[in-house]
């Protein structure tokens, strides 16, 4: 059993919890529910962009616990002031202790940010949940979904003007999950078998990616050096986590990698 076996598993039995609790008449009712979604796709994209999907992550399967102590509103706010485009904030509680008052914490807090609902979306509740909840952009993880699930997950995205990132780890799953409701799509430089993170993953398949969609690296990136390897490969977006969240100061670590990338392009491309 892989890791993602496991929290899917839980995951299954966790929206079953949630839909009995919380009914989607009363999700239908949030105050962000008929809010407008920003673009995130936009956002990456746009001419100014740092590109960077900055995510608050206090812990993981791969690092265990890596930041318990940052607030989301004032870590957040930070991350934004120093450049990220679009913020992640993972909801998944048991293996990444995050929490649905995370997501809503930094809605409130960045108004004008995208923000991507990291967490393990299995069924169209949670897409209400992540509307209700203030999100812009959900993830569909295609190692977990079939490609009927996929596609139908997507257009149920996009019918609640939620944008959604396709995430992929090989060639595989990138030809067989593709479908014209996807905004961004992202490949995870993490094997979810052995943890290890290469940004091979990612250079192997940018090129198959159509150009129609966003395409982000994901997982293990620290670096400027990377950033503009992959910048230059074709990709428009970074996702970071553990790199800004292990620091006293995520806020500060991302303005430096911001930095250090924005000095090398100037000096080199
Ligand atoms: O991060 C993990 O250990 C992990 C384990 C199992 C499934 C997913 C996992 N991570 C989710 C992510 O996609 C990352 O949080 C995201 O790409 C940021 O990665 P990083 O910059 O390496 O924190």
Redesign the pocket.
């Known amino acids: 059993m892989t890791?993602?076996d496991r929290?899917i598993a839980q995951k299954r039995i966790e929206v079953a919890q949630r839909r009995e609790a919380t009914p989607i008449t009363a999700l239908e009712q949030m105050p962000h529910f008929m809010r407008h979604c920003l673009s995130a796709r936009d956002a990456v994209q746009s001419f100014r962009s740092t590109g960077i999907i900055a995510?608050f992550?206090r812990q993981?399967?791969?690092?265990g616990i890596i930041n318990d102590r940052a607030d989301v509103a004032e870590t957040t706010q930070g991350y934004v002031r120093s450049g990220a485009a679009v913020l992640s904030i993972?909801t998944d509680e048991p293996f990444f202790g995050g929490t649905p008052a995370d997501l809503q914490a930094a809605r409130i807090a960045n108004p004008e940010t995208p923000i991507l609902r990291?967490d393990f979306i299995i069924d169209r509740y949670q897409l209400l949940e992540a509307k209700a909840w203030g999100a812009d952009v959900v993830l569909l993880i295609a190692a977990c979904l079939t490609p009927e699930e996929v596609a139908e997950l997507s257009m149920q995205a996009h019918d609640l003007s939620l944008q959604v990132l396709l995430?992929v780890h090989d060639e595989e799953e990138l030809e067989r999950s593709i479908t014209p409701n996807i905004d961004l799509v992202g490949v995870?430089n993490?094997n979810?078998k052995t943890?290890t993170?290469s940004i091979d993953t990612s250079l192997r398949l940018v090129e198959r990616i159509p150009d129609t969609f966003a395409k982000i690296s994901?997982?293990?990136?620290h670096d400027a050096e990377t950033m503009r390897t992959l910048f230059r490969a074709g990709f428009d977006g970074f996702?970071?986590?553990?790199?800004f969240m292990k620091t006293d100061d995520p806020a500060q670590a991302l303005a430096k990698l911001v930095s250090e990338f924005n000095l090398n392009n100037t000096l080199s491309i």
């Open positions: 890791i993602l929290i995510e992550k993981s399967p791969s690092k993972l990291k995430e995870n993490r979810l943890f993170t994901e997982s293990g990136l996702l970071i986590g553990e790199a």
